[in-house]
């Protein structure tokens, strides 16, 4: 029996009792996955920095659960939220660097999204329907999809799932409450394990390295970064002035387990670069006037 065939059985069964356990009551189900930074701050300014030290989670809480066909443990891994402010001398967002570190490298394979929420994060909808093959979200959810995949319908802004009501007898759509507010995923750093859409419970790809999502450029003008062992880090270029979240998690089930470390924290103008931009203005004032001396 193929994936597909197991999803339509499994949903067609439980869709009667899950109907009923849907109700705004039973949102914001990573409410005790929430964590914050150190100095409870959730502002970025220019110039500024927001730290989560001492953190925990699973070593396999990003992928590599076999349990959950490799999928994320939503309850296992962290999430974290932030508010990018425009930099006030440009008008402009603000290239943001976001680092996750094991404090032993060898013990933890971090890997983490980030995500463009309208407000923030409220932790999502509980409707217990998005039901998968080891199960339903976001218990077990895709964290390396776009907002809208299978497996992130939980997470999104006026989302909705159909499931058929044995006793109605009829298909029942439940939508989400306030607490989904995700608009898109930006992208994704993955220092573990990789897993292919036919052994995933989403049928998502997860790869090893730094990868974009739809709402890339969207929300920034461009991202980079990179992996290695026990640290994942990316850049997201004059990132735009909203919400955002992170949800983070280890990799890799082979390992021990560690405590890590999360940084948020804006990239200065180069001084070179601020230098030459400072000639430029120079340059530009002396020859405006040599034209206009008379």
Do not use: C
């Not at 949102?27 to 730290?51: C, H, Q, Y």
């Not at 992170?246 to 990799?251: E, F, K």
């Amino acid at each position: 029996m193929n994936k597909t065939t197991q999803l339509s059985i499994k949903t067609a069964i439980t869709g009667l009792a899950l109907t009923f356990a849907a109700s705004p009551t039973s949102a914001g189900t990573v409410d005790n996955a929430m964590r914050l930074f150190d100095n409870k701050a959730t502002t970025l300014e220019a110039g500024g920095i927001l730290s989560a030290t001492i953190q925990s989670s699973t070593s396999h809480s990003y992928t590599d659960n076999p349990r959950l066909n490799h999928s994320a443990w939503g309850h296992a891994g962290r999430w974290y939220n932030f508010e990018v402010d425009v930099d006030t001398n440009t008008g402009t967002g603000i290239d943001t660097k976001i680092n996750v570190t094991a404090n032993n490298k060898s013990d933890l394979s971090p890997a983490f999204t980030v995500y463009r929420t309208d407000g923030q994060w409220k932790g999502g909808t509980a409707t217990k329907i998005e039901t998968g093959i080891t199960g339903n979200t976001p218990h077990n959810f895709n964290a390396t999809g776009n907002i809208g995949d299978n497996g992130t319908i939980w997470m999104k802004q006026g989302g909705s799932i159909t499931v058929y009501d044995f006793l109605l007898d009829k298909d029942v759509t439940v939508t989400n409450t306030a607490d989904s507010n995700a608009i898109a995923t930006l992208a994704y750093a993955n220092s573990g394990q990789e897993h292919d859409t036919d052994v995933t419970n989403w049928g998502e790809e997860i790869f090893n390295g730094v990868y974009t999502r739809d709402g890339e450029l969207t929300y920034s003008d461009g991202i980079t970064g990179n992996v290695g062992m026990g640290t994942a880090e990316m850049t997201l270029i004059n990132l735009k002035k909203g919400w955002y979240t992170i949800y983070v998690g280890g990799a890799d089930a082979a390992k021990l387990n560690s405590k890590f470390s999360v940084t948020v924290s804006s990239v200065p103008v180069p001084t070179a670069v601020y230098l030459f931009g400072t000639g430029l203005l120079g340059l530009f004032s002396a020859r405006r006037k040599s034209l206009t001396k008379v």
